[in-house]
C-alpha cells in the first residue's frame, strides 16, 4: 500500500484490491456479484442498507423509521423520496409510543425543515428511545443545541445520533450530485454537530462519485469522524441510474462493486473509520434485488422494521420496490 493510497489517494477508477475492468457496456449488467472478503462478521448496528446507520440495530429489535417531510433543499439526482406530504407532531409522536422499537428513525427530506421537528425529538427523547437523524447538514437550527443533555446522551448511553449526508468531498462535485452550492456551509455545521452529538458521515455512491471514496474517507478523517458507504438504489429519482443512458449517472457495475468491496476491507485492515454493507454479510433484501448479492441473514424487514413515509403510508422498508 503506498502513501497516496493510505492517505486516501488513488488513480481514477482504480480500488486497490481488486481487477480493473474497461466498461464496455451502456447498462448495468445485472450478474451475480460474488460476496467476497467477508472479513468481518454482521454488526447489528451497521449492516442494513437503510439511510441511517442502525438499520437492524439493538440485537435485531424491530425498528421505526420516520420520513417526516418531503421538503428538501437539496435536489439529489438519486434521491429515492417520491413520496409527498409531512407528518404532524401528534401523528409522529403517536407512531414512536405504539411501535415497540427501541429506536426512532427520523428522516426526509430535510427532517430540520419540520416546523415541530425539535418537538418530535424531545418528545421521542422523554419515551426513553433513542434517535437517530438522517440530515444533509445544511439547516440546523440553535434551538438542537439547546435540547438538555439528559436528551443528548443519559447515563445509560442512549440518545441522538446524528448521520449527515456527504456524497462528496468538494465543492463543486458537491453542487453537481445536490443542486446546491452550500458545501462550506455544510462543513462549518458538521465541526459543530460533531461537538455537541454522536454524528457520522454517510455517503451513497454511484457512477458520479465512485472515483471521489478516497477522497471522502481522508475528508471524514480531517473532520474527525466515521465513513459509512452505501450504493445508490433505481428508485425514485434514481431510476434513471438503472438505464445507464450515461457512464456520468448510473449503478456500479459488479466489477466496480468488487473494486470497491476491495478498498474498503483494506482501508478498515488498516484501521481507518469507514464501514458499509458491502464489507459484512449482506442481510439487505434491497442489495440482493438491485446488485444481485446473495442475502445470507435476516432482512430488517422479517425483524419487524416498519417505515412511514411522509405521506402517511406504512411500509416495511424504504426501498422495498419501484416508485
Same mark, same amino acid.
Given at each position: 500500500m503506498t502513501n497516496d493510497e493510505m492517505n486516501g #489517494?488513488?488513480?481514477?477508477?482504480?480500488f486497490p484490491g481488486a481487477s480493473t475492468t474497461t466498461r464496455t457496456q451502456t447498462t448495468y449488467n445485472h450478474s451475480s456479484v460474488?460476496?467476497?472478503?467477508?472479513?468481518? &462478521?454482521?454488526?447489528? *448496528?451497521? =449492516?442494513?442498507? $437503510? !439511510?441511517?446507520?442502525? $438499520?437492524?440495530?439493538h440485537g435485531g429489535n424491530a425498528v421505526l423509521t420516520i420520513d417526516i417531510t418531503s421538503a428538501c433543499n !437539496?435536489?439529489?439526482?438519486?434521491?429515492?423520496?417520491? @413520496?409527498?406530504?409531512?407528518? *404532524?407532531?401528534s401523528t409522529v409522536l403517536d407512531l414512536a409510543r405504539k411501535h415497540t422499537a427501541e429506536t426512532v428513525e427520523l428522516g426526509g427530506g430535510e427532517p430540520f425543515l419540520h416546523p415541530d421537528f425539535i418537538k418530535m425529538i424531545r418528545g421521542i427523547r422523554d419515551m426513553g428511545k433513542d434517535v437517530h437523524i438522517a440530515t444533509n447538514g445544511s439547516v440546523i437550527p440553535r434551538s438542537f443545541y439547546k435540547l438538555s443533555q439528559q436528551a443528548r446522551r443519559d447515563s445509560d448511553g442512549n440518545g441522538i445520533d446524528v448521520q449527515v449526508s456527504m456524497h462528496a468531498p468538494e465543492a463543486g462535485l458537491h &453542487?453537481? #450530485?445536490t443542486g446546491v452550492d452550500d458545501f462550506d456551509v455544510?462543513? @462549518? +455545521? #458538521?465541526?459543530? /454537530? @460533531?461537538?455537541?452529538?454522536?454524528? *457520522?458521515?454517510?455517503? +451513497?455512491?454511484?457512477?458520479?462519485? &465512485?472515483?471521489?471514496?478516497?477522497?471522502?474517507?481522508?475528508?471524514?478523517?480531517?473532520?474527525?469522524?466515521?465513513l459509512r458507504i452505501n450504493l445508490v438504489f433505481p428508485i425514485g429519482k434514481g431510476k434513471s441510474i438503472e %438505464? $445507464?443512458?450515461?457512464?456520468?449517472?448510473?449503478?456500479l457495475w459488479p466489477s466496480e462493486v468488487d473494486r470497491l468491496r476491495?478498498?474498503?476491507?483494506?482501508? @478498515?485492515?488498516?484501521?481507518?473509520?469507514?464501514?458499509?454493507? /458491502?464489507? !459484512?454479510? +449482506?442481510?439487505? =433484501?434491497?442489495?440482493?434485488?438491485?446488485?444481485?448479492?446473495?442475502?445470507?441473514? &435476516?432482512?430488517?424487514?422479517?425483524? $419487524?422494521?416498519?417505515? #412511514?413515509?411522509?405521506?402517511?403510508? %406504512? !411500509?416495511?422498508?424504504?426501498?422495498g420496490g419501484s416508485r
Open positions: #489517494i488513488m488513480d481514477k477508477d482504480q460474488a460476496n467476497q472478503g467477508n472479513l468481518y &462478521k454482521p454488526d447489528r *448496528s451497521i =449492516t442494513a442498507q $437503510g !439511510h441511517m446507520p442502525t $438499520g437492524q440495530s !437539496h435536489a439529489c439526482e438519486f434521491c429515492y423520496q417520491t @413520496r409527498k406530504g409531512q407528518l *404532524s407532531l &453542487k453537481t #450530485i455544510i462543513q @462549518r +455545521n #458538521i465541526k459543530q /454537530l @460533531r461537538d455537541n452529538y454522536q454524528t *457520522s458521515l454517510s455517503a +451513497n455512491i454511484y457512477s458520479r462519485n &465512485k472515483d471521489a471514496v478516497p477522497d471522502l474517507l481522508a475528508l471524514a478523517e480531517r473532520l474527525g469522524l466515521p %438505464t $445507464g443512458q450515461s457512464e456520468e449517472v448510473s449503478m476491495g478498498y474498503l476491507l483494506e482501508q @478498515r485492515a488498516l484501521g481507518r473509520k469507514v464501514d458499509s454493507p /458491502l464489507i !459484512h454479510d +449482506n442481510v439487505c =433484501t434491497a442489495l440482493e434485488r438491485y446488485y444481485s448479492m446473495p442475502k445470507t441473514g &435476516k432482512c430488517p424487514m422479517v425483524c $419487524g422494521k416498519r417505515y #412511514i413515509s411522509p405521506d402517511g403510508k %406504512t !411500509h416495511k422498508c424504504e426501498f
